[in-house]
């Protein structure tokens, strides 16, 4: 589906730069031959040209001007065309950030807070961000005997996989809960990639999480993927789900990670990276309250 989405795109850029390509020309011509007579069709039009530069005649440097004023306009509207996202990305992660900006510079109000009884959606980027950032405290329970389904379930290796990922770049978030899933690993890397990871539980379990996760970003952004990366330490069955990676232990999982460390910021992402990992915080605090 996704490919038939990128296809479609290509085929309607390609339309869209046959129609700019075909419309500057008109335009040009019709300008050229309206202000100097001068058809860039014809052919004899273009002999006589010649003839004037090669023998010194003197020529309206306007008519230059012009033919220079047309290919800098075509040349600048194919990039706006072959590079939508591009531009996108960096307007809407710009919103987020600075959004963010602006809620972290606003005095909290306890009573306010207390009135808050339901999770907020993240709002779409281009749009101003109020989250709820009051952190959620689980509520302390004594141990009871506990099944041993319930004990698979246990997140395992928090602390491990944090630092491994730290080590290889990643920005590690807090682990939330997704659709009664306890993940043990969430984190953000570069080109708008995000690794999500449990440990101890069955494929199903975790294409769950991976299936509501999708959902949150699909809600809160129209043109931008987001590249989600799913791992499972220890699963308690076998599936050949290709979206979903297993490693039998967790030192499987730090020989993957130390082989795909996270790609170093490009030098024009001017702070895109630091707005997409907010995004993701909001994302992480949200969809644990749902």
Known sequence: MIELKQMKKKF???LLIILWLLAMCLGTCFWLNTRYGFNMFY??????????????LNINKWFYVSIV??????IIGLYLIVTPNILSKCKRFKNIKTANEKQSAQPTNESQAAAINEPVRPPRPNTPIVVN???INPVKTEPTNI?????ATTPQYTDELKQIFQDAGFVVKQAPIINGVQTSLFAAGTGEVVYIGATGITHDKMQSAIDKLRGVFSDTLDDIEININAFIVSPL???DND???????IDDLREYIQAHTNPPLPDDDDGN???????ITTVAEYIGNI
């Open 273 to 279: 990276f630091d707005a997409f990992s907010s995004f």
């Open 237 to 239: 069955d076998n599936s």
């Open 243 to 249: 979206s979903i990676i297993d490693f039998a232990t």
């Open 43 to 56: 052919g004899p039009h273009w002999e006589y040209l010649s003839y004037a530069q090669a023998s010194n």
């Open 147 to 151: 099944a041993p389904t319930q004990m």
């Open 69 to 74: 004023v047309a290919i800098v306009i075509t």
């Open 12 to 14: 309607d850029n390609i």
């Open 133 to 135: 950032s009051t952190p």
